[in-house]
Each structure stands twice: as C-alpha cells, then as structure tokens.
C-alpha cells in the first residue's frame, strides 16, 4: 500500500510540475498555482478511492481463502 501511495506522489509531481500558465502577467503565477491546487485536489480524491477499492479487493481475497 505504500508503494502504491509513493507511485501516486511521484505521478502528481510528473504531472503537476511542468505546468505552467502565461499570458495574465502578473496574475500568472497565481492562476498556475490555483490550477495545480485543484488538480492535486482532484488526484488526491482520485487515488484515495482507488487504494480503498485495492483495499477492499485484497481483504475480500483474503477472506475467501
């Protein structure tokens, strides 16, 4: 499971550092960051339910045996 929670930072950061927003001058810093704090959000929310599904798998196997 903490592999699995270590995969996700890492995919986060591949995904979420090279984003980058221009064009709204000195608000662009603030727009980059706001997006990257939605989509971290997002992703958080995202692989949260996939590990509790995992979770869930691995225990109902676990239980039939």
């Not at 927003?21 to 960051?33: A, K, M, P, T, V």
Request: aromatic share 10%; no cysteine.
């Amino acid at each position: 499971m903490w592999i699995l929670i270590i995969i996700g930072g890492g995919i986060s950061v591949l995904i979420l550092a090279p984003l980058e927003i221009s064009g709204y001058g000195e608000f662009d810093l603030i727009i980059s960051s706001a997006i990257k704090a939605v989509v971290s959000i997002g992703l958080v929310i995202t692989w949260i339910f996939i590990l509790s599904k995992v979770k869930n798998w691995i225990f109902r196997s676990q239980l039939k045996v």
